[in-house]
């Protein structure tokens, strides 16, 4: 059982750069692959990326690869997910989860796959 918590939104400028940060409670944070969301206005939720429950293995979106790095410190309960060069098009609630560290990254691109979510940061890139 985890309860996740993210920060780190705000309003940025395109070609800036932002980390988010998800904050999740409980003793079996490395038993959790990490995922991070996004939603749009009037959009459906869309993934971002995924990093397993020891950080060894990551997959990202094709519309983040290369800009985004999702990264866990296991030690602080914390997954990251730095943002660089933004877009407009990047505008968002961000939304971190977790799902069973037991399955691959076949499981990662689902929303449904995942067990818990956090509350949502919002992320506006203006042009």
């Known amino acids: 059982q985890v309860q996740l918590v993210e920060s780190g939104g705000g309003l940025v400028q395109a070609g800036d750069s932002l980390r988010l940060s998800c904050a999740a409670s409980?003793?079996?944070?490395?038993?959790?692959?990490m995922g991070w969301f996004r939603q749009a206005p009037g959009k459906e939720r869309e993934f971002v990326a995924d990093i397993s429950g020891n950080g060894g293995t990551t997959i990202y979106a094709d519309s983040v690869k290369g800009r985004f790095t999702i990264s866990r410190d296991n030690d602080e309960n914390t997954a990251y997910l730095r943002m660089n060069s933004l877009k407009p098009e990047d505008t968002a609630v961000y939304y971190c989860?977790?799902?069973?560290?037991?399955?691959?990254?076949?499981?990662?691109?689902?929303?449904?796959?995942?067990?818990?979510w956090g509350q949502g940061t919002q992320v506006t890139v203006s042009s």
């Open positions: 409980g003793r079996t944070f490395e038993a959790y692959a």
């Open positions: 989860a977790a799902r069973s560290a037991l399955y691959g990254t076949e499981w990662s691109r689902a929303p449904a796959n995942y067990d818990y």
